[in-house]
């Protein structure tokens, strides 16, 4: 028997993984694409920003292959809103395509082969440009002071239990450390506290957290900057983990391959995004805090409770004409925002530190986005080399920087089993473990507020995780039953015959066979 190797080739079946493309350089040439994708859905009928919109978005996203939604007309009864500003949900979902788009790889790749290109991607650095601020699209409107009202941005209300109106969650938000200088792109919940105010929730470990609280120690308010209407690649971006001294805009750059375009404001020190659609830029001062919360999570419930959190106080708002925000919804898969591309990002990385750790055999890596977004579950898929390599894989990979986060199960597979595919998976687990023998357990590891499973709410910091060996055992692994697999001649000679046979579709990719 020869088993084939598993998401091990960085070109796969179709020979190319888009490297040499380039991402759109903002939110409405990224619309371009994905219309012409045939992933965009314009609803030109008035929807309210008052659960209706989410409702809908929750509903349609229900389908994997659900389209992006911009909705181009606010119900009468939201109140006034800017003239011709619209409201984009479902940016990203479960859509492989979306997200292909985003950074400019061929969308037709599958979820191995974006995940190699994705390591290619995020191994490359681009630093951002300046561009002059009167040529910058986001300053085509510009107002301050009491000429601002941030209640007339159709900010989502999206699930009945809501604390207010979210104005940030597809959004970036800078800050900088006033030690090093560094600045920092995160993504963090903003919700609307009145026409020149926005809530700021950071979770703990935060760097914009950690940046405001620097500020504070020096007596001096924290500056802040948020982009409400992006394209995907800075909200992808902002919404990992990196290190403190990491520079996200040069990871965007990589990303996309285009340097992300920065101008100068008008109120504070810090840059603001050339190209988007809705900025403000503020100050967090210490003590200044309103109740925020709660809004439903990525988990598929609702966050911390509420509680009083710091204000931004708004000094000046830049749009696009006609401007667009971006609305993310958080939610339980496939409806979730951070779903498909999350775990193609989170595999990518998962994968770069095992082989790192210099760990061999590793063919495959796969965070399933129906495990809250990603952050449940991970499967690694390799060739065993040697006794014990298992045991050091699920060790590895429960506690690598991009996977020791809430990650609760880790599940090892054979090279012949692809980890994107969950069948296969839960196929392995059926047929190669033994739960008596083959799980393992960790105790007191990092964990999120948001876990549901852990009450009372002060026990989630700490969390546990469950390691699952679904391999063939390695030291009967020559006399372990022999999988029925396709000879590969008789695999790509019918393959060659879909067509001719009037068959749907293109031929399922396979990738593991019985012989040559």
């Known amino acids: 028997m020869e088993n084939g190797s598993i998401g091990g080739s960085s070109q796969g079946a179709t020979g190319k993984t888009g490297d040499n493309q380039k991402g759109p350089r903002d939110l409405r040439e990224w619309l371009q694409l994905v219309e012409a994708d045939g992933g965009l859905k314009r609803i030109s009928a008035p929807v309210s920003m008052k659960e209706e919109m989410s409702a809908l978005t929750y509903m349609v996203a229900q389908d994997e292959s659900s ?39 061929d969308p037709d790749l599958d979820t191995r082969q974006m995940i190699w290109a994705m390591r290619e991607r995020s191994a490359r650095r681009l630093p951002p440009v300046e561009v002059d601020p009167a040529t910058a699209p986001v300053n085509e409107i510009v107002l301050t002071g009491d000429d601002i009202d ?29 030690e090093s200088g560094r600045l920092n792109v995160g993504c963090y919940r903003q919700m609307v506290q009145g026409p020149r105010q926005i809530g700021m929730y950071c979770s703990p470990g935060k760097h914009g957290l950690q940046d405001r609280e620097a500020w504070w120690k020096h007596g001096q308010p924290c500056e802040v900057v948020a982009a409400y209407g992006i394209d995907p690649a800075p909200f992808m971006v902002a919404a990992q983990s990196y290190s403190a001294d990491t520079a996200e805009l ?43 919360g709660p809004l439903g999570e990525f988990t598929g419930y609702y966050g911390r409770p509420e509680s009083p959190q710091p204000v931004i106080q708004v000094k000046a708002l830049h749009m696009r004409r006609r401007p667009i925000l971006t609305a993310a919804l958080m939610a339980n898969y496939p409806a979730c925002e951070i779903g498909a591309y999350y775990a193609i990002m989170r595999s990518a990385a998962i994968w770069d530190d095992l082989e790192r750790f210099g760990i061999p055999g590793i063919k495959g890596v796969y965070s399933h986005p129906a495990a809250a977004s990603g952050w449940g579950m991970v499967v690694v898929s390799f060739e065993q080399k040697y006794a014990g390599h298992t045991a050091q894989v699920l060790a590895a990979a429960s506690q690598c920087p991009a996977a020791a986060y809430y990650t609760k199960w880790i599940v090892a597979v054979d090279e012949d089993v692809d980890p994107a595919d969950m069948n296969q998976v839960v196929w392995a687990m059926s047929t190669r ?39 063939k055992p390695h030291r009967y692994i020559r006399e ?20 001719e046979l009037g068959l749907d579709g293109a031929p399922p990719a396979m990738g593991a066979f019985d012989g040559e």
């Open 250 to 292: 040069d990871i965007i750059g990589g990303l996309t391959g285009t340097p992300f375009e920065l101008t100068k404001g008008v109120a504070t020190s810090l840059p603001i995004p050339a190209r988007a659609e809705i900025v403000i830029e503020g100050t967090v001062t210490e003590g200044d805090v309103a109740m925020e």
């Open 67 to 105: 389209p992006a939604l911009l909705f181009e007309t606010m119900a009468p009864s939201d109140g006034a809103k800017i003239e011709g500003a619209q409201v984009l949900s479902n940016m990203l979902g479960a859509s492989r395509r979306r997200f292909a788009h985003a950074i400019g790889i």
């Open 150 to 178: 941030l209640t007339k941005i159709p900010a989502p209300k999206f699930w009945p239990r809501d604390g207010g109106d979210y104005i940030g969650t597809g959004d970036i938000t800078f800050t900088r450390d006033p």
């Open 433 to 471: 473990c033994n739960p008596v023998d083959d799980i393992d357990f960790q105790r007191k590891t990092w964990s999120t507020g948001l876990d549901p499973s852990q009450y009372l709410p002060e026990l989630r910091a700490y969390g546990s995780k469950a390691l699952i060996d679904a391999c």
């Open 480 to 499: 372990f039953p022999v999988r029925t697999m396709l000879r590969k001649s008789v695999y790509e000679n019918a393959a060659a015959r879909w067509a």
